[in-house]
């Protein structure tokens, strides 16, 4: 029994953490969410240069072989510098899916330009009436000679605005709910009969509506088998949740501990609010709430690096309790700040959004909870 | 007990009705003399302008329910914008505590709504502990003026407002309560300087307003120098009663149903979903006790009592409810809670829910936070001493 990082791992974890603290300053996050991109194209130069980019790639595909625990240590602190840069989007999703689908000189090509930090993906899986039904897929892929032809819409594609390549997923055979006959394709943003409409969300990322008509591509665009993508969309929708909650956890620890700090220092009635018990027992279910949520990550991490998708219900338990912790620290955070937790100038605010965010992505709790029971 | 509706109440609510529809906004209408012309209409009924002001100063006298009638159907109606601060807030203090030359003054123009008010209350330093504040108000040499000095917070509207009622410190030797002065002032003049802060939705509705050498005229002073406090608590008790919401919430809750009845799923809604379904029922379970709390204790003053243990309940209560219908309205947005900045994708209400949710986190703040009415509760209702923390 181990909960201990590797020397690697600890390398890994305080180089990232070094990086929040020297960038990662609210009134720089703010620029970088309001500025043309949305995020760094410098700091994700950084990010290559680091080596977080090839975290979960192969050596021999130039990344550097780390695990699920590798991507949680990356991710709690990305969650404790609230960033903005879109490493879910390219790295877990997009990566997750190329890393799964492509062979020989392709996949050299675009997994080297993507660890180099030259490759922007974005994953248009979920439409408007799947919610969060994974197999739920309308969007069409109807064969043409030795291409395709896809219609349909993704209305909430993270990245989608800035990525160079999309990884679109749509239907070649099967009814609405099937997990077989889903076909993911790669398509060049530019393409004709691609709409595209980007937009912020309320957590200062950003994010796109993706409409497809008649939009035309080769046979090669097709990543992997056709109709055969549901193992694929599987995995990474599991490692996106598990990116999530780490990310959500880095978040949680910031929301509690700064609420911590604020009720100490803030005095009214002549105490400090940590005199009154009300406030301190609520502090303490923070706390308990956020070490509960410590200990569900990494047994579901840790589950997933050995078992694969078998872990599957631990990850929905991890989802879940996730998600209601952050909403019980995220709301209590902000009710103990008084009128400086509804604003947005201190960084409490803006920690609070992106777990609202996080809840809404790949199943919020109740929809967890329920896999987990089923 | 007996809850039903007496024919000339029946009657009282179709008035109503026909009165809401007569006076509709049509589309093209200029809104702003639409409202002004709104509430003489509505004035023209006989105090239905300021249902709430006593019939001496020309509200409409009348009963608890319809009082309740009158929430039930404005809640559905279309009205035009009000804020609370001149007819609720500031008018109920100048008619009780103002003199004659005061309310001649300052009611009118509360009333027509031509000058917009902002309340003065909480500092950076004095939030929950309001009675803790510092804004200083000296007397002039010569006995003709105040000159303020000090910095307010959370002032919403200041930025629009004509003028503010202000809690001002003109005695720092005594008791905290003591040697507070209520003052009133234009917003519009040198000395007074507002800065907006920007709240977690990314709107602007409440300021920092800092006073150098505002000069306030002593006739200006409401009351007497010293006893601010006293006229500000009876507003404050007022303000909280003010805020439950009940008819609102109802209206709010089944627009939730509706709008999550429009969220497929499968060959249904997001009403079959069951985890869904159960959160909705329960918040509809709490609402229905609640609505009765309210007309408990709206049966209670109709009687001329007392407001019993159960008024102390309904702010918390309903600032609860009304949070988890917020909640519950972005949850069933699903994904698209999150897109923003005017973008519309996926369920139409779904923008919207998310901005209501992260409005309604401060219902539970202003007006007298939730732990604080408990405090208030735990000693005046229940009876106990607590450790202290509230005023
Ligand atoms: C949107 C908005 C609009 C507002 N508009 C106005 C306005 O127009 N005019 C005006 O004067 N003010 C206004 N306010 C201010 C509001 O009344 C104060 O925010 C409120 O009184 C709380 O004060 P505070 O923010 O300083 O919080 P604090 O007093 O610092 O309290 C912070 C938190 O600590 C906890 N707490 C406080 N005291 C206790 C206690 N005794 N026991 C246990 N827990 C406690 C509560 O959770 C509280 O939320 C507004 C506030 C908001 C958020």
């Not at chain 1, 691609?194 to 990543?223: C, F, H, N, S, W």
């Not at chain 1, 995995?235 to 501990?257: F, H, I, N, P, S």
């Amino acid at each position: 029994m181990n909960f201990d990082l590797t020397e690697e791992q600890q390398l890994l974890e305080d180089s990232v953490a070094r990086f929040v603290a020297d960038h990662y300053a609210l009134d720089k996050r703010i620029k970088l969410a309001n500025g043309k991109l949305g995020f760094s194209a410098e700091h994700w130069q950084t990010f290559a240069e680091l080596g977080w980019l090839a975290v979960p790639f192969d050596e021999a595909d130039g990344g550097i072989g780390g695990g699920p625990v590798e991507t949680m240590v990356v991710m709690e602190q990305f969650g404790r510098g609230l960033i903005l840069e879109p490493y879910l989007a390219t790295v877990i999703l997009g990566g997750g899916v190329l890393r799964r689908t492509l062979e020989g000189e392709r996949r050299a090509e675009l997994l080297g330009r993507l660890i180099e930090g030259k490759l922007q993906l974005a994953f248009a899986h979920s439409e408007e009436q799947a919610r969060w039904d994974l197999e739920d897929v309308v969007s069409s892929a109807r064969q043409d000679g030795d291409g395709w032809v896809l219609n349909g819409a993704k209305p909430v594609v993270y990245n989608g605005g800035n990525a160079d390549l999309l990884i679109v997923s749509a239907r070649s055979s099967g009814g609405q709910m099937d997990s077989d006959g889903i076909s993911l394709f790669l398509v060049d943003p530019k393409a004709s009969g691609v709409e595209i409409q980007a937009y912020p969300t309320v957590d200062g990322l950003r994010a796109a509506e993706i409409k497809m008509t008649d939009v035309k591509v080769d046979g090669d665009a097709l990543l992997g088998a056709a109709g055969k993508a549901w193992p694929i969309i599987e995995a990474v929708a599991d490692e996106a949740v598990l990116a999530l909650c780490a990310e959500a956890l880095g978040g949680l620890e910031v929301l509690y501990k700064d609420t911590v700090q604020y009720t100490q220092e803030r005095q009214q009635f002549g105490h400090p609010m940590t005199d009154f018990q009300t406030v301190s027992h609520r502090l303490v279910e923070m706390f308990m709430e956020y070490e509960q949520c410590k200990s569900l990550l990494y047994r579901a991490t840790m589950e997933y690096a050995q078992n694969g998708h078998e872990a599957a219900r631990t990850l929905s338990a991890c989802k879940h309790l996730i998600g209601t912790a952050g909403k019980f620290i995220g709301e209590t955070a902000v009710q103990l700040h008084g009128g400086m937790g509804v604003t947005e100038e201190l960084r409490l605010g803006h920690f609070f959004k992106r777990q609202l965010v996080i809840e809404s992505q790949f199943g919020n709790a109740d929809f967890h909870l329920e896999k987990f029971a089923a | 007990m007996d809850i039903e509706l007496s024919a000339d109440d029946l009657k009282f609510r179709d008035d109503v009705r026909e009165f809401f529809k007569a006076h509709d906004y049509k589309p093209g209408q200029d809104y702003a003399q639409w409202r002004l012309d709104w509430f003489k209409a509505a004035r023209e009924q006989g105090g239905w302008d300021v249902p709430k002001w006593p019939k001496e100063f020309g509200g409409p006298g009348w009963s608890p329910t319809q009082h309740y009638i009158w929430e039930q159907e404005t809640a559905r109606a279309n009205l035009p914008w009000d804020m609370p601060f001149g007819v609720g807030m500031v008018a109920p203090i100048i008619m009780n505590y103002g003199n004659a030359e005061q309310q001649e003054r300052f009611l009118p123009d509360i009333r027509a709504r031509t000058v917009n008010w902002c309340q003065g209350y909480s500092e950076p330093g004095a939030g929950s502990d309001l009675a803790s504040l510092k804004t200083k108000a000296e007397l002039s040499a010569d006995g003709k003026h105040y000159v303020v000095n000090g910095s307010k917070i959370w002032t919403t509207m200041a930025h629009i407002a004509d003028w503010i009622f202000c809690l001002t410190r003109t005695d720092a030797s005594g008791k905290k309560q003591e040697g507070i002065t209520f003052l009133l002032f234009p917003m519009k003049q040198d000395g007074i300087e507002v800065k907006p802060i920007i709240t977690l939705g990314g709107s602007h509705s409440v300021n920092t307003v800092h006073f150098t050498d505002v000069k306030v005229p002593v006739e200006n002073r409401i009351g007497e120098e010293g006893k601010g406090w006293t006229y500000a608590k009876g507003l404050l008790a007022h303000e909280r009663t003010g805020l439950a919401g009940v008819s609102r919430s109802l209206v709010a809750l089944e627009k939730l149903k509706y709008q999550a009845g429009t969220v497929k799923r499968g060959n249904g809604s997001l009403l079959d979903d069951p985890s869904f379904r159960s959160k909705l029922a329960k918040l509809e379970v709490d609402l229905q006790a609640l609505e009765f709390t309210e007309l408990r204790s709206l049966a209670r003053a109709a009687s001329g009592q007392q407001p019993g243990p159960e008024s102390s309940i309904l702010k918390l209560k309903g600032t609860e409810i009304q949070q988890r219908i917020a909640h519950l309205t972005m949850e069933a947005a699903g994904p698209h809670m999150a897109p923003w900045g005017g973008i519309h994708v996926g369920p139409k209400f779904a923008s919207g829910g998310t901005q209501s949710y992260l409005g309604s986190r401060a219902f539970t703040i202003y007006g007298g936070a939730s732990e604080v009415q408990k405090d208030i509760i735990a000693k005046n209702v229940l009876g106990i001493r607590t450790q202290g923390g509230s005023n």
